[in-house]
């Protein structure tokens, strides 16, 4: 009898498609699409003598062509993205350089759907929700925040739903041991709209990205444009959220997925 543990698969990602307002118009990818047909085109300009019809029903590869950024669809950003310091100083790590064991751990998740958009949240909302699951945070664990953001990806209001985390709300979270997290809204911090508009009044500048700017002090990783976290339970499975590996980048897409013990 096998000893190996069944797995149920959640796909934590959401796909990289035209014309959808996932991202600001100036960030939105493109996809030009190639068919078989023009692949057989194609192989007729590698193969002199070729004909299409030469080829099994006349058809050659399909592919696609892509322009984006290393910030559309799901991806982990890297510490450079926030700042160009990290831990009080270091220079800041890039995508290549994230340690791969932070991308393989333990997942948590809390439900801060019942928080208004654009709510900066605080370290006690932190609290509360794992109070809500019964749950001490261990170092490592990836902690995914699902603000209902994810409920309206598509819809043309997505970047100014859900709730952000705040510099007390990130910081609690890495001062004990967390290294990725992630949410379901466009942004880890409260969108753009509702800090746009705390700006204008109080002319704050340390309000802006400010769960971001908390790697300054504790570098860290976290997801963005996570999907289906409605459909996890508050702990019990295994987030894998490994980045392509870019160059010196910012950030890295990523097929995120959790594998939760049937």
């Not at 950003?77 to 270091?90: V, Y």
């Not at 409920?151 to 910081?171: I, K, N, S, V, Y």
């Not at 004990?176 to 746009?196: E, H, I, L, N, Y």
């Not at 289906?228 to 980045?243: A, K, S």
Request: aromatic share 6%.
């Amino acid at each position: 009898m096998s000893n190996v543990k069944s797995r149920r698969i959640v796909d934590l990602s959401v796909p990289i498609m035209n014309d959808i307002p996932a991202d600001p118009p100036n960030m939105r990818p493109h996809i030009q699409y190639s068919d078989h047909a023009a692949g057989a085109a194609e192989f007729t300009e590698l193969f002199p003598g070729l004909k299409a019809a030469d080829l099994p029903d006349g058809q050659g590869a399909a592919i696609e062509r892509i322009t984006l950024t290393t910030h559309n669809g799901t991806h982990l950003d890297a510490p450079w993205h926030f700042h160009s310091t990290m831990n009080g100083g270091e220079r800041a790590i890039t995508i290549d350089e994230v340690p791969l064991e932070w991308c393989i751990q333990p997942g948590v998740k809390l439900d801060l759907r019942h928080l208004p958009d654009g709510h900066v949240c605080s370290a006690r909302d932190i609290e509360l929700a794992l109070d809500r699951i019964k749950h001490k945070l261990k170092p490592l664990e990836i902690v995914l925040i699902n603000t209902g953001a994810g409920a309206a990806f598509g819809q043309p209001d997505f970047l100014d739903r859900g709730c952000g985390m705040g510099r007390e709300a990130t910081l609690y979270l890495l001062e004990q041991g967390v290294r990725v997290a992630g949410t379901d809204g466009w942004s880890w911090d409260a969108p753009f709209s509702a800090t746009r508009k705390r700006f204008v009044e109080t002319q704050d500048p340390s309000i802006i990205w400010e769960g971001h700017k908390a790697s300054r002090d504790v570098g860290y990783c976290h997801l963005e444009k996570l999907a289906n976290l409605d459909q996890l339970p508050p702990t019990g499975f295994t987030v894998i959220c490994l980045p392509v590996k870019i160059a010196e980048a910012s950030a890295g897409w990523t097929r995120a997925v959790a594998l939760i013990d049937a």
